[in-house]
Nanobody, 114 residues
Framework: VQLQASGGGLVQAGGFLRLSCAAS????????MGWYRQAPGKQRELVAD???????NYADSVRGRFTISRDNAKNTVYLQMNSLKPEDTAVYYC?????????WGQGTLVTVSS
């Protein structure tokens, strides 16, 4: 089942965006969730993850600026991105932890202008 991320867009450096990703109840209830991103010419990387109980981890590049959260009632995971930088420009995806190839959706494009 593909997971569809939404909420991307064009924003100036220093701005903010909030990404959302809805999953099925079954997936959401049994799995940790993660936000990944892939910048042009680079490999896809994990930027933040959250366990079922709400424990979080962040990549060094986004720690202190991004916040991952989950709403178990809505089966939705969020990524609040503040103080955005041009280097945050990428397609952002959500997936399980560990990721499953069949769950990759189209992602949502985040473009940060300088």
């Amino acid at each position: 089942v593909q997971l569809q991320a939404s909420g991307g867009g064009l924003v100036q450096a220093g701005g903010f965006l909030r990404l959302s990703c809805a999953a099925s109840k079954i997936i959401f209830s049994i799995s940790a969730m993660g936000w990944y991103r892939q910048a042009p010419g680079k490999q896809r990387e994990l930027v933040a993850d959250i366990t079922r109980s709400g424990s979080t981890n962040y990549a060094d590049s986004v720690r202190g600026r991004f916040t991952i959260s989950r709403d178990n009632a809505k089966n939705t995971v969020y990524l609040q991105m503040n103080s955005l930088k041009p280097e945050d420009t990428a397609v952002y995806y959500c997936n399980l932890i560990p990721r499953i190839n069949s769950a990759w959706g189209q992602g949502t494009l985040v473009t940060v202008s300088s």
